[in-house]
């Protein structure tokens, strides 16, 4: 809530950046419009405006619930190599605010997302950098956990858009491409990922040393 919140009342620097809030009419039809955002491409050229858009979603524990359908679906046909998509999950670990006591990173890789972890605010930022990135490459929908102990906190953060320095791994994509296309059959969509997109994902997790020891000691 506080998210949406802060996105209305910075509508002057998004409309700025040709950045659109549409606040859903539930989660699902708002996953389903993040979905729609990698889309571009059937448009007819003339109504193009953009080469891609990428795609936020966000919702709490019973929100990611609801939605797993469209997250699965959505993530087999896959992104735009100039859009991506990352969905936001707000866990409530301790049921603070919410009906149940949440934790939604298995949910999503049930859904076959990767799943992002930030531990801190800056990390949020940064690993939301990569989030997209990685979204773009691979051609798969990307997810993060945030944790009530980080989102409803404080922090001094540095936002210098060369912070995050993006590299492209080297890795071998199929001929066709890891992309929404279509049309594209159900069967051939889950080859692509399972056998492609994961491993595209992977490599950009490698090549990013996304993956690594903050703290290290001869004990551990």
Same mark, same amino acid.
């Given at each position: 809530g506080g998210y949406g @919140?802060? #996105?209305?009342? &910075?509508?002057k620097y998004l409309d700025q950046h040709?950045? /659109?809030?549409?606040?859903?009419?539930?989660?699902?039809?708002?996953?389903?419009?993040?979905?729609?955002? @990698?889309? #571009?491409?059937? &448009?007819?050229?003339?109504?193009?405006?953009?080469?891609? /858009?990428f795609g936020i979603w966000y919702g709490k524990g019973p929100g990611v619930d609801r939605s797993v359908d469209v997250f699965?679906?959505?993530?087999?046909?896959?992104?735009?190599?100039?859009?991506?998509? /990352?969905?936001?999950?707000?866990?409530?670990?301790i049921s603070k605010s919410s009906t149940a006591a949440h934790q939604s990173d298995h949910i999503f890789k049930a859904a076959g997302l990767p799943v992002f972890f930030p531990a801190s605010v800056q990390e949020i930022l940064d690993t939301g950098i990569h989030a997209i990135a990685m979204s773009r490459y691979a051609g798969v929908w990307t997810s993060m956990k945030?944790?009530?102990?980080?989102?409803?906190?404080?922090?001094?953060?540095e936002i210098n858009p060369d912070r995050v320095q993006v590299v492209i791994p080297d890795f071998e994509l199929p001929a066709d491409g890891v992309h929404i296309r279509w049309p594209d059959a159900p069967l051939a969509?889950?080859?692509?990922?399972?056998?492609?997109?994961?491993?595209?994902?992977?490599?950009?997790?490698?090549?990013?040393?996304?993956?690594?020891?903050?703290?290290?000691t001869a004990n551990d």
């Open positions: @919140q802060a #996105l209305m009342a &910075a509508k040709h950045v /659109v809030f549409q606040p859903g009419v539930n989660e699902e039809l708002g996953a389903t419009a993040v979905w729609g955002t @990698q889309m #571009l491409g059937y &448009a007819p050229k003339e109504q193009q405006q953009y080469d891609g /858009v699965k679906h959505a993530n087999m046909a896959g992104t735009t190599p100039w859009g991506g998509v /990352v969905a936001i999950a707000a866990d409530d670990h945030t944790i009530q102990e980080v989102v409803e906190s404080s922090a001094t953060v969509q889950e080859s692509r990922l399972f056998n492609h997109k994961w491993y595209a994902a992977l490599a950009y997790i490698r090549a990013n040393k996304l993956n690594h020891n903050v703290i290290a």
